[in-house]
């Protein structure tokens, strides 16, 4: 798949740059350019998993949420620019320096041959949305909202909703915002993006 690296982490910079101004803003964002964010996939085998695709789906939920808020409230006085790019460009900050490059056997024709294949390297198991939170709240302040829409971006999907929380869904009623950026989450990886073999295209 072609992919422009480039193209990509110069638009989410930009819109960064554009939108989020407060103390510690410009620090994070030094992390992010010299961490592997903009080269990393964004899922194993799923969602944009190949090299630059959690710099896309990034921008994808970023686009996804800002058509979400504007369509629930008409204008961005509500839930501000800063907000929404925020918490659509970093809500899987979790996922720097996650992932690695192994190797399988795969046969082919008849015969093994090595595959690279994408493994998880976790280094700071600290969950999923809670880690993006840990790690964003160590350069710069989020808001209550911002934390928590973050923090439950995953939905369903979140290991503790899995294992019987029902923190989420009282969450979601308190904050509309916070449902509108699982529903972006969920939009950007069911629709604008598909699953890929990594290293084919």
């Known amino acids: 798949m072609e992919l422009d690296l480039e193209k990509n982490k110069e638009e989410f910079i930009n819109i960064y740059k554009e939108y989020i101004h407060r103390e510690g803003a410009d ?7 010299k ?19 959690l710099c896309l789906h990034s921008i994808n939920v970023y686009n996804r ?9 008409g204008d961005f006085e509500t839930i501000n620019e800063e907000t929404i790019a925020i918490c659509g460009l970093l809500h899987d900050v979790c996922k720097v320096d996650f ?6 056997n795969v046969k082919e024709d008849g015969e093994w041959v090595k595959k690279p294949v994408y493994i998880v390297d976790e280094k700071l198991p600290y969950g999923h949305g809670e ?20 923090n439950w971006h995953m939905g369903g999907f979140d290991a503790r909703v899995k294992g019987g929380s029902f923190a989420m869904g009282e969450w979601y009623y308190k904050s509309p915002f916070a449902l509108l950026m699982h529903i972006a989450d969920l939009k ?14």
């Open 188 to 201: 950007a990886t069911y629709l604008d993006e598909h699953r890929k073999d990594i290293f084919k295209d």
């Open 99 to 104: 992932y690695s490059v192994d190797y399988r």
């Open 65 to 73: 949420l800002r058509r979400e808020v504007l369509e629930q409230y």
């Open 131 to 150: 880690k993006s939170v840990y790690i964003i709240n160590g350069f710069m302040r989020l808001t209550r909202e911002e934390a928590l829409a973050i």
């Open 27 to 33: 620090a994070l964002l030094d992390y992010l350019i």
């Open 35 to 53: 961490s592997d964010f903009f080269t990393a996939p964004a899922s194993q085998k799923y969602h944009c998993c190949f090299a630059g695709g």
